[in-house]
């Protein structure tokens, strides 16, 4: 028996215990959180709700197919959708950028219907991929229920009503394929925390070295997997962004098993949702 096969058998019952976590849904029924007090709760791939108090903000969070990104049950999206339990009194949703496994627009344009006193924050890219459901059905527009956040590249531009202010970082997307996709990194301060979502960002000096994060003093930094696998991504965390803590996003299950460590070895303290609804209180 060669040493993978070994390997294969030792890591099996670890194995099926992981896919079978990934695919439980946790009961999510509890009072809202204190407002000093910060839940995050891990919807699918970059998607995750923020409560504090009444505020209860979505981030990337309400898709249909995210195609092999982990996505949202269709349970989940119609709860979302509909303003049900677990996603009653939602009050913010963000969207970094209108990519398929970050933004579907008639699922968002129908929670804003459902959801009247819910606001969306989002850039004009993704505004003008919900203009298209619009036109098909002009009564799903909500102008009112919808900030455009409307600063050049590189620039910010900032949010601020009940209990969330929110700092849009205009940056690029990663890769040469989306370069002219606009991503907005989202700088939250919500429950007494400091949270930076960088979405899809790309890991080049220019996307970061305007916004003086390092300044910041952020508590968690939700960053993407190959931004930490990086190189550069990691300089630019270590001397950009410098987060107390780091969440990573938009996790290729198969493939974190083998770079979980690796990841760990620069990142002792870093931390990963492995459970649809899984719940952290920070
Ligand atoms: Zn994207």
């Not at 303003?83 to 579907?104: A, Q, T, W, Y």
């Amino acid at each position: 028996m060669n040493r993978r096969i070994i390997t294969t058998l030792l890591l099996f019952p670890f194995m099926h215990l992981f896919a079978q976590d990934m695919l439980r849904e946790e009961p999510f029924i509890s009072p809202l959180p204190p407002s000093g007090r910060l839940e995050v709760t891990y919807i699918a791939n970059s998607g995750f709700l923020f409560s504090a108090g009444t505020t209860r903000v979505l981030v990337d969070a309400l898709f249909l197919n995210g195609d092999i990104w982990e996505s949202p049950s269709k349970k989940l999206q119609k709860a979302m959708t509909t303003g049900d339990v677990p996603f009653k009194n939602i009050s913010h949703m963000l969207v970094s950028h209108f990519h398929e496994d970050h933004f579907n627009p008639m699922l968002v344009s129908r929670f804003l219907v459902n959801n009247p006193k819910a606001v969306l924050v989002t850039n004009s890219q993704t505004d003008s991929v919900l203009g298209r459901i619009y036109k098909q059905d002009p009564e799903l527009k909500r102008p009112g229920q919808v900030k455009i956040m409307t600063a050049p590249l590189f620039g910010t531009e900032t949010y601020e009503s009940d209990g969330l202010k929110v700092k849009c970082l205009v940056m690029r997307h990663m890769g040469k394929d989306d370069y002219k996709v606009e991503n907005l990194g989202l700088l939250m301060e919500l429950g007494g925390k400091k949270i930076l979502h960088i979405g899809d960002a790309g890991w080049e000096d220019e996307n970061f070295a305007g916004f003086n994060l390092q300044d910041e003093n952020i508590d968690i930094a939700f960053i993407h997997y190959w931004f930490l696998l990086d190189c550069e991504g990691r300089r630019i965390i270590e001397t950009m962004i410098r987060p107390k803590k780091i969440v990573v996003t938009h996790v290729p299950y198969e493939e974190l098993r083998r770079d979980y460590k690796r990841i760990k070895e620069y990142y002792p303290d870093v931390e990963v949702f492995l459970n649809h609804m899984e719940k952290k209180v920070y």
